[in-house]
């Protein structure tokens, strides 16, 4: 699933191709906004709120949609083929550009005040202006037998972090996925420093977290699993976390991160 800085660039993207432009075309493949028409409307803007994206339009109006495991947004020039099938969920384009939604998980059409309906759920947002460390270690403490590894996939916690940046933060601070959030004394460095990885990635495609861009060296542990720790040799271990059919893939390095 796209994590928190991927969906910041897709809003970039789509800002780029549809803000301040009228809407030519509006073509929503959901049954549930099979009738919906913006045409006529100009975009005011695209914005992330963790893993969701909020296209806002005139008239107050919002066009919501996450991108879940499969889902992407591509923009390309207006009248320019796009795919077949059932793939494509939502068209939004302007006389220069067309976004198309392929795949996407959810597409809601909702009044721009109802907004918080949606996402008002979410932690602060690593990538966002409310990003505030003190209320996301808050929450976090509201539950303090559970796993960290859990923890920090909930989106009510912090939003934006996924398996990717967990795996590579827990890392990063030593600790084991499985440990108790009330027995982690540094509750604030750790989302600290998810907030400065996710900082670090938000302008550019791939996820870096070692300083190197090459593509083998990019990770520490996620994608490495069965392979020697880069610091202390130790075997990276994968297993997955969290109750069924919930459980989301989690590797850790069991020298680096001992129980």
Not at 38 to 46: I, Q, Y
Not at 164 to 178: D, K, M, N, S, V
Request: charged share 25%; aromatic share 4%; hydrophobic share 35%.
């Amino acid at each position: 699933m796209p994590e928190g800085d991927a969906v910041y660039r897709t809003a970039a993207r789509l800002r780029g191709a549809l803000d301040g432009r009228v809407l030519t075309r509006s073509d929503f493949r959901v049954p549930r906004h099979a009738t919906a028409d913006l045409r006529g409307r100009a975009v005011l803007t695209t914005v992330s709120r963790g893993k969701h994206l909020l296209t806002r339009v005139e008239g107050g109006l919002t066009v919501h949609t996450h991108l879940r495991m499969d889902g992407s947004w591509r923009v390309m020039p207006a009248g320019r083929r796009t795919a077949g099938g059932d793939q494509v969920r939502l068209i939004l384009a302007n006389e220069e550009w067309q976004a198309v939604g392929i795949k996407l998980g959810m597409v809601d059409l909702v009044t721009t005040a109802d907004e918080p309906r949606l996402v008002g759920h979410l932690g602060p947002d690593l990538l966002g202006a409310d990003w505030d460390p003190g209320e996301a270690v808050r929450r976090l403490r509201a539950a303090p037998d559970r796993t960290i590894g859990e923890a920090l996939l909930d989106q009510r916690n912090l939003a934006g972090i996924g398996t990717i940046y967990r795996a590579e933060t827990l890392f990063l601070r030593g600790i084991w996925p499985w440990r108790k959030v009330g027995e982690i004394e540094d509750l604030e460095g750790l989302v600290t420093l998810a907030h400065r990885l996710l900082e670090a990635n938000k302008g550019h495609g791939g996820t870096v977290t070692t300083g190197d861009r090459r593509p083998a060296n990019q990770t520490w542990v996620y994608g490495r699993a069965g392979r020697p720790c880069r610091r202390c040799g130790t075997r990276i271990s994968r297993g997955e976390m969290g109750a069924q059919p919930q459980e989301r893939l989690i590797l850790w390095c069991g020298g680096c991160q001992p129980r």
